[in-house]
């Protein structure tokens, strides 16, 4: 297996540029790429904006905000993106269809030895490694928003994901100040299906009116240690993205405790997205 030194990033979105910024801020050459022009630029500037606020309150010198961005490059195509790449990690919506589709070009544009990681929190790893005439390669690496700041990485292992692929992407994440666990390819993984399932239950209880929104965050923030509330994370994570997580595992698990409150649905259906659209179960003034 090859060493690691370039990482291809697929994906310009919030957990994007948080792979890009961590992994270059470790060193390590990164290409973001994103079809949308105005995204690579809007993502390039966040990233610049935050190494500079670490820099004026004293967290990292101005020598390594600069490594970092010399570092960093972008690319609207994966052809160009991915040409020398020694791991491409996937961070586009969760849609099956659409991962499988950028896995398949990803054959073709990435060197052969490039191990292929996708960045899903629900779907399946075997599915998307279909798209893949190497499976083998073919790894879920799923990381936590804020990227930067959270400190575990879930390894997903498929099928037939080689120990190989699996060691060098817990070296990847041993580099970029991960704590990893790895986990076997199974609906929801270890981490969604644990947030999903106690996310969607605090929405039933703000449905049936069993507390307010800050009282159930508080119980679980002041009496199970959580460092944040189930509802609150769910504003971050999104409410729309909740929801797509929820019907798929609802449809894999035929589980009724992942059924989707009418609550979130119809949040879903007002826009009230959370923290993204400045309204969900908080007001997120800007």
Do not use: C
């Not at 050459?29 to 606020?53: M, N």
């Not at 009496?223 to 595992?249: C, N």
Request: aromatic share 4%.
């Amino acid at each position: 297996m090859h060493e690691i030194g370039s990482i291809t990033v697929v994906g310009a979105g919030t957990m994007g540029r948080g792979i890009a910024q961590t992994a270059a801020s470790s060193g390590l050459r990164v290409v973001l790429v994103d079809a949308v022009p105005e995204a690579l630029a809007q993502a390039r500037a966040s990233i610049e904006g935050i190494l500079g606020g670490l820099v004026e309150r004293g967290k990292i010198r101005e020598s390594e905000r600069s490594a970092a961005l010399a570092l960093l490059s972008t690319a609207e195509g994966l052809r160009d993106g991915a040409a020398r790449a020694d791991l491409v990690v996937e961070a586009v919506p969760e849609s099956l269809p659409l991962k499988q589709r950028i896995f398949r070009e990803l054959a073709a544009a990435a060197p052969a030895h490039a191990i292929l990681a996708s960045n899903t929190s629900s779907l399946s790893i075997g599915a998307i490694a279909q798209a893949s005439p190497d499976p083998s390669r073919v790894v879920g690496m799923h990381f936590f928003n804020p990227v930067p700041v959270m400190p575990l990485l879930e390894i997903v292992r498929g099928e037939a994901t080689s120990k190989e692929t699996v060691d060098a992407a817990l070296a990847v994440g041993k580099r970029l100040g991960k704590e990893a666990i790895v986990v076997r390819d199974a609906p929801g993984f270890a981490t969604s299906r644990l947030g999903v399932l106690l996310g969607l239950e605090a929405i039933r209880m703000v449905e049936q009116q069993v507390a307010s929104v800050e009282d159930i965050d508080r119980a679980m923030t002041l009496g199970y240690k959580h460092p944040m509330g189930p509802l609150r994370l769910t504003d971050l994570v999104g409410l729309d993205v909740r929801l797509a997580i929820a019907e798929h595992l609802h449809r894999e698990l035929a589980s009724e405790a992942f059924a989707v409150p009418d609550l979130l649905r119809r949040m879903v259906a007002e826009g009230k997205l959370g923290k993204k659209s400045g309204q969900g179960f908080y007001r997120w003034d800007a």
